[in-house]
């Protein structure tokens, strides 16, 4: 990289971290502290399921045994993230007075503290495209057509890009909803909970998830994760209130991911 390409580089990579910060309003995950080697991660492979599906749409129904096992066997696995390997699909979006602010999509893989992946998001006058890898205690970033860049790996916000389960509510506030054409299971949220990321915790901003609804297969195997969030404070120098939504699609689910530094 020459000289006069870099003061270009910088301002990409500035602005990509504006947007990427009002992103993360509606970007739910969180990720572990990374071990210190740059080696490629592989993730330990957990029970794969064959029934997955997107969400669907479900009709309110009375709790059954099936619901309580597949609940039993989502919280159990979950509570071990450093050896789940998956596949997300996040779609986000953000409103202020009713007008779209903010929209973003991830396609990652995530080997337990690894990832790579792909993400778009655009607002404030903007439309950056991403790709990230983290691998151990090392991350790179790549803004559009730019070079592969090591940062931070604070800088990308790895507790909000990996493990979502967080922002799954505790299992006595998920109430079962029904089954939907493929057959998961549904589970609602009956109790708002706070909602806060890593970017919301920085620039001092509130919010909570008004709905949420967990999509697991009969085997406990997470399809799919919907979030309802409002959230108010500063973007900049505005003073904002949001209303977002955020739907979340699980795959690939216990197979090996191994994910590898993009440069040595």
């Known amino acids: 990289m020459n000289r006069r390409q870099r003061p270009t580089d910088h301002r990409r990579l500035a602005t990509a971290a504006a947007v990427l910060a009002a992103t993360m309003v509606v970007l739910a995950g969180c990720g572990q502290t990374a071990s210190p080697s740059p080696a490629p991660a592989t993730a330990s ?17 009375a709790p059954d045994a099936g619901a309580e096992a597949a609940l039993d066997a989502f919280f159990a696995t979950v509570a071990e ?26 396609d990652l893989d ?7 992946g792909a993400a778009s998001a655009g607002g404030l006058g903007s439309q950056v495209e991403f790709e990230l890898v983290l691998v151990g205690d090392r991350a790179w970033i790549k803004v559009d057509d730019g070079d592969w860049t090591e940062t931070d790996p604070a800088a990308l916000g790895p507790e909000d890009i990996v ?20 057959g998961n299971l549904r589970f ?5 909970m706070p909602y806060e990321t890593g970017s919301m915790r920085e620039s001092g901003m509130t919010g ?12 406990g195997v997470p399809v799919g994760l919907e979030l309802a969030i409002e959230a108010a404070g500063a973007i900049g120098e505005q003073e904002l209130d949001f209303a977002g939504t955020t739907t979340i699609e699980f795959s690939r689910w ?6 590898e530094p993009p440069i040595r």
């Open 188 to 192: 609602r949220s009956t109790t708002p």
């Open 254 to 259: 216990g197979e090996p991911i191994t994910i």
């Open 110 to 116: 995530v080997a337990g503290t690894a990832f790579a």
């Open 45 to 61: 492979p957990t029970p794969a399921a064959t029934d997955s599906a997107p969400p669907g749409t479900a009709t309110p129904a």
């Open 163 to 182: 493990d979502v389960w967080r922002y799954v509510a505790p299992r006595v506030d998920l109430e079962f909803e029904g089954r939907d054409e493929a």
């Open 81 to 106: 993230p450093e050896a789940l390997s998956f596949h997300l699909r996040q779609e986000a979006t953000l409103e202020t007075g009713g007008v779209p602010f903010i929209t973003a999509e991830y």
């Open 208 to 219: 909570q998830i008004t709905g949420q609804v967990l999509v697991l297969t009969p085997a």
